[in-house]
């Protein structure tokens, strides 16, 4: 083999990857068929790619995804080669039901294949179908390549949605409930939110039941906040407060006096019970040594 060679490549730009070379795809690339020593690959510079493998995911992204049916499921990846250096790539991903051919599952169509060219990449997957329900998400770089399995479980919807079936094909996705639905609250079922009017309050009666305000008291609600989750309602509401329309303090608040904010509470009124009680024995204290009363003495004089 041919060794101690220096090659030098001069404004050499591949559009994605391999500005050096690209080949498919490089085999045994450290041990002999080619080997480099006056640079090292890496990710970020993509000098030497080979065709793309496989889908590698990501320390942020888990093997194992519980979501709800509609919502979107997001994943950092990255498309490598046989050397796991990054080699852009489309991703192509398909849902396995274990078998289960009865059961109406479905990937939104444009997510089917997706093109990644940086490292961890997020794409975003909504899957529709029923409640509790266990799949499987495949990923690959081409179809019957190298195959990326994510196991996913279909949860229950959350309160305040339900489980609807879209009349256009069939799909089934957690949706606003009928309640929200009649009071004109519009929903997101990709990410679970809903939409409100400026000043009324939304949130759940029981953690369970939805529940809706047209007007929220003075101060009470966050009006800045449009859409919200309901598995936050917290945020909905100003100055520690919490609750149907925001109308209890956090466990360890109090209101404030002359003011609709919750505030920490602390043993300082105390030290106000004992300013008024020493404040009330010196003016009991003056009224006798002044003479001040009204049937007789200064103030009867005056």
């Known amino acids: 083999p041919i060794s101690n060679l220096s090659i030098t490549f001069t404004d050499n730009h591949a559009q994605q990857g391999g500005h050096a070379i690209y080949a498919t795809p490089i085999f045994d690339c450290n041990q002999g068929i080619l080997s480099y020593a006056t640079f090292t690959p890496s990710p970020e510079n993509n000098q030497v790619v080979s065709f793309p493998e496989r889908v590698q995911l990501c320390n942020s992204s888990r093997g194992n995804v519980t979501t709800y049916p509609g919502r979107t499921v997001r994943l950092n990846v990255t498309s490598v080669d046989n050397g796991n250096n990054l ?77 609807t079936s879209n009349s256009s094909n069939n799909l089934m996705t957690c949706d606003c409930s009928l309640f929200f639905t009649s009071h ?7 990410d679970g939110t809903v939409t409100r009017n400026k000043n009324s309050w939304i949130g759940l009666y029981n953690n369970t039941l939805p529940a809706l305000a047209s007007n929220c008291p003075l101060d009470y609600c966050n009006t800045t906040i449009i859409k919200l989750s309901l598995a936050r309602p917290g945020d909905l509401c100003n100055g520690g ?62």
């Open 241 to 302: 407060r919490t609750g149907i329309i925001c109308g209890h303090c956090h466990g360890n608040c109090s209101v404030i006096f002359g003011s609709s904010l919750c505030k920490v509470c602390s043993d300082m009124w105390l030290m106000t019970l004992v300013m008024f009680a020493v404040l009330g024995a010196l003016l009991v204290a003056a009224l006798f040594f002044l003479n001040l009363t009204v049937t007789q003495g200064t103030l009867y004089e005056l």
């Open 87 to 163: 080699s852009p790539s489309v991703v192509y991903a398909v849902i396995d039901t274990n078998g289960d051919s009865t059961l109406n599952i479905a990937l939104e169509p444009l997510q089917a294949a997706q093109w990644i060219e940086t490292v961890c990449a997020t794409i975003e997957y909504q899957i529709y179908g029923p409640e509790m329900v266990s799949l499987t998400l495949v990923l690959s770089t081409y179809p019957g390549g190298k195959q990326t399995v994510i196991e996913v479980m279909l949860l229950p919807c959350e309160p305040g949605f339900t489980l």
């Open 184 to 190: 004109g609250v519009v929903c997101d079922a990709s």
